[in-house]
């Protein structure tokens, strides 16, 4: 099974900062990575596909990069809303693993 | 409005069956591969099974391979996943969610889910 390892596993940050979350595949998976917002009781929600695609309706604030092994997600200027755990996701082949979460919260 | 509705968890005893219905609406279901994605209480999320548009192309994650199937019914829009042996851990929250195309295969990601609904095994 292919491995997704994301750092850091917490962050702590202020409203309006930019935040960069990565994810790291054990494997070449191209572009087939995914981000996934979760907020506390709720479930996950689609952000970014194919590394860079934004899903629609998600702000212009996030964006994704990368490929091959190395991904990131970026949070242009923090909202209040965007405090939530973070996951990534090969879709390269299944099974489908996700990335252990990246937890945001405010400093 | 694209609407996952989960239902059929509850507390089993170890060794226990139990049958997930997720029913969907707001879109052709028929259209899109589905999949399960479960979540131990404050834990990260688990890829369970998904399953093609047409039920063509079936996959499982390692952990459930053997005791769950997944099946779906496009008739009733409809998305089933049959758990029999079941573990301790197996105790999750459980999602179904629509894929954003027909395959399992190649996947551009899970667009909606459903509400979860809860597994819990414990003697």
């Known amino acids: 099974d292919i491995q997704m390892t994301q750092s850091p596993s917490s962050l702590s940050a202020s409203v309006g900062d930019r935040v960069t979350i990565t994810c790291r595949a054990s494997?070449?998976?191209?572009?087939?990575l995914n981000w996934y917002q979760q907020k506390p009781g709720k479930a996950p929600k689609l952000l970014m596909y194919t590394a860079s695609s934004l899903q629609s309706g998600v702000p212009s604030r996030f964006s994704g990069s990368g490929s091959g092994t190395d991904f990131t997600l970026t949070i242009s200027s923090l909202q209040p809303e965007d405090f939530a755990t973070y996951f990534c996701?090969?879709?390269?082949?299944?099974?489908?693993?996700f990335g252990q979460g990246t937890k945001l919260d405010i400093k | 409005e694209v609407q996952l509705v989960g239902s059929g968890g509850g507390l089993v005893q170890p060794g226990s069956s139990l049958r997930l219905s997720c029913a969907a609406s707001?879109?052709?279901?028929?259209?899109?591969?589905m999949h399960w994605v479960r979540q131990a209480p404050g834990k990260g999320l688990e890829w369970v099974s998904g399953i093609s548009w047409n039920s063509g192309s079936i996959g499982y994650a390692d952990s459930v391979k053997g005791r769950f199937t997944i099946s779906r019914d496009n008739a009733k829009n409809s998305l089933y996943l049959h758990m029999n042996s079941l573990r301790a851990e197996d105790t999750a929250f459980y999602y179904c969610?629509?894929?954003?195309?027909?395959?399992?295969?190649?996947?551009?990601?899970?667009?909606?889910w459903g509400q979860g609904t809860l597994v819990t095994v414990s003697s």
């Open positions: 494997q070449s998976i191209s572009t087939y």
């Open positions: 707001g879109f052709t279901f028929d259209d899109y591969a």
């Open positions: 996701q090969q879709s390269y082949t299944t099974p489908y693993t």
């Open positions: 969610a629509k894929d954003s195309r027909g395959t399992v295969a190649g996947t551009k990601g899970f667009d909606y």
